[in-house]
Nanobody
Framework: QVQLVESGGGLVRPGGSLRLSCAAS????????LGWFRQAPGKEREFVAT????????AYAGSVKGRFTISRDNAKNTVYLQMNSLKPEDTAVYYC??????????????????WGQGTQVTVSS
């Protein structure tokens, strides 16, 4: 079973940047498709970004495309989410997720088997 631990959240001003990290306990994280999701207060959890096992294929939600970048370092068992030009509407708890069974990338949260506990990101002046 894969354990995922997110870090890097915090309070940032609009227009600022944060980099989230998600460390996996599994030493073969390279066999997992990874994703980031977020849940704002009073809203359902939504897809943010996903990355293939090799890192060669990525996909983003339209609301973050061009501002956020997902990447992974399989040697460090870690996936990252670089968030630039942050907006107040990016405020949410951010979760990373992992799945071993998908083909290339996964945007549907119900397909992910493993989830982290989440890290809070607050964008406010």
């Amino acid at each position: 079973q894969v354990q995922l631990v997110e870090s890097g959240g915090g309070l940032v001003r609009p227009g600022g940047s944060l980099r989230l990290s998600c460390a996996a306990s599994e030493r073969t994280i390279s066999s997992y498709i990874l994703g980031w999701f977020r849940q704002a207060p009073g809203k359902e959890r939504e897809f943010v970004a996903t990355i293939s096992r090799s890192g060669g294929t990525t996909a983003y939600a339209g609301s973050v495309k061009g501002r956020f970048t997902i990447s992974r370092d399989n040697a460090k068992n870690t996936v990252y989410l670089q968030m630039n030009s942050l907006k107040p509407e990016d405020t949410a708890v951010y979760y990373c997720a992992a799945d071993a069974g998908g083909l290339i990338i996964i945007t549907q949260q119900r397909q992910y088997d493993y989830w982290g506990q989440g890290t809070q990101v607050t964008v406010s002046s």
